[in-house]
């Protein structure tokens, strides 16, 4: 007999690899590794290997989400923690592209009967804003994703419902006054110096002291890096943060 909770965890499981891809292993979308090949809008298809897929090193043809497994286990922990804690607050995702990892925080609460915290998918459906210093804007046509088709994306898995809310515009305009009154897992995915900033600025005094801050490319992103170390040390944060893969890191608010 399967127990409610060996359940859960196949249902959380199952998402994971649904989410990632890594059950029909599609293909991911190379786009350059310098300015010059951004620019000539290279787009080359490349095989599915599944310890890339692992640490989110690609991004997917057709999953939801580029974040890897690994990662995606790090929102799962964050968020059962304060479940099991009881820390007050919501989940949010600054910078969603397809949805998936938001997707996945929203079935992580739904395994957990968990009904009263909101996932916010905050995200300007438009792609990255034109920076010259960091030209991801270049592969707009591969970030880009609209609306309607990242709630057609949690449709599909059954979890596009009342708990579910989007945020739509550039971070310094939507989240200053966005109405989330405490926070207990903020993931920023902002890339940009500036998104960083934004989503700190307006975001960190919301998260509970037990919460969680996920940085998804704290070690891939140097301006990302900074404006995250610029913020803790403006703040006097001293949390330690931890590894999640390579690329991602996390911290807990200890007050």
Same mark, same amino acid.
């Given at each position: 007999?399967?127990?409610?909770?060996?359940?859960?965890?196949?249902?959380?499981?199952?998402?994971?690899?649904?989410?990632?891809?890594?059950?029909?292993?599609?293909?991911?979308?190379?786009?350059?590794?310098?300015?010059?090949?951004?620019?000539?809008?290279?787009?080359?298809?490349?095989?599915?290997?599944?310890?890339?897929?692992?640490?989110?090193?690609?991004?997917?043809?057709?999953?939801?989400?580029?974040?890897?497994?690994?990662?995606?286990?790090?929102?799962?922990?964050?968020?059962?923690?304060?479940?099991?804690?009881?820390? *007050?607050? &919501?989940? @949010?995702?600054?910078?969603?592209?397809? #949805?998936?990892?938001?997707?996945?925080?929203?079935?992580? =609460?739904? $395994?957990?009967?968990?009904?009263?915290?909101?996932?916010?998918?905050?995200?300007?459906?438009?792609?990255?804003?034109?920076?010259?210093?960091?030209?991801?804007?270049?592969?707009?046509?591969?970030?880009?994703?609209?609306?309607?088709?990242?709630?057609?994306?949690?449709?599909?898995?059954?979890?596009?419902?009342?708990?579910?809310?989007?945020?739509?515009?550039?971070?310094?305009?939507?989240?200053?006054?966005? *109405?989330? &009154?405490? @926070?207990?897992?903020?993931?920023?995915? #902002?890339?940009?110096?500036?998104?960083?900033?934004?989503? =700190?600025? $307006?975001?960190?005094?919301?998260?509970?002291?037990?919460?969680?801050?996920?940085?998804?490319?704290?070690?891939?992103?140097?301006?990302?890096?900074?404006?995250?170390?610029?913020?803790?040390?403006?703040?006097?944060?001293?949390?330690?943060?931890?590894?999640?893969?390579?690329?991602?890191?996390?911290?807990?608010?200890?007050?």
């Amino acid at each position: 007999m399967i127990t409610a909770t060996r359940e859960r965890d196949l249902y959380l499981d199952l998402m994971k690899k649904a989410v990632s891809n890594t059950i029909y292993q599609d293909a991911s979308v190379y786009y350059g590794d310098s300015l010059e090949e951004m620019r000539a809008t290279i787009r080359e298809e490349r095989a599915f290997d599944p310890k890339i897929r692992e640490t989110g090193l690609d991004t997917p043809r057709t999953a939801h989400t580029m974040v890897g497994l690994k990662r995606l286990e790090n929102i799962q922990h964050c968020l059962e923690s304060v479940i099991e804690d009881d820390v *007050p607050g &919501d989940f @949010i995702e600054t910078g969603v592209w397809r #949805g998936g990892a938001s997707i996945f925080a929203r079935s992580v =609460l739904k $395994a957990h009967n968990v009904t009263d915290r909101t996932v916010w998918v905050a995200d300007s459906f438009e792609g990255m804003p034109k920076n010259e210093d960091l030209p991801i804007h270049l592969v707009n046509d591969v970030l880009a994703i609209s609306l309607e088709t990242v709630q057609e994306n949690f449709r599909r898995y059954d979890l596009l419902d009342d708990q579910v809310k989007f945020l739509k515009g550039w971070f310094c305009d939507t989240l200053p006054t966005a *109405p989330v &009154d405490q @926070i207990a897992v903020l993931r920023l995915d #902002g890339d940009l110096y500036e998104s960083t900033e934004d989503a =700190l600025q $307006a975001l960190y005094p919301k998260v509970s002291v037990g919460g969680y801050v996920i940085v998804d490319d704290y070690h891939f992103l140097p301006p990302c890096r900074m404006a995250v170390l610029d913020y803790r040390h403006k703040h006097g944060i001293k949390d330690p943060i931890q590894e999640i893969d390579g690329l991602g890191v996390f911290w807990r608010r200890t007050k």
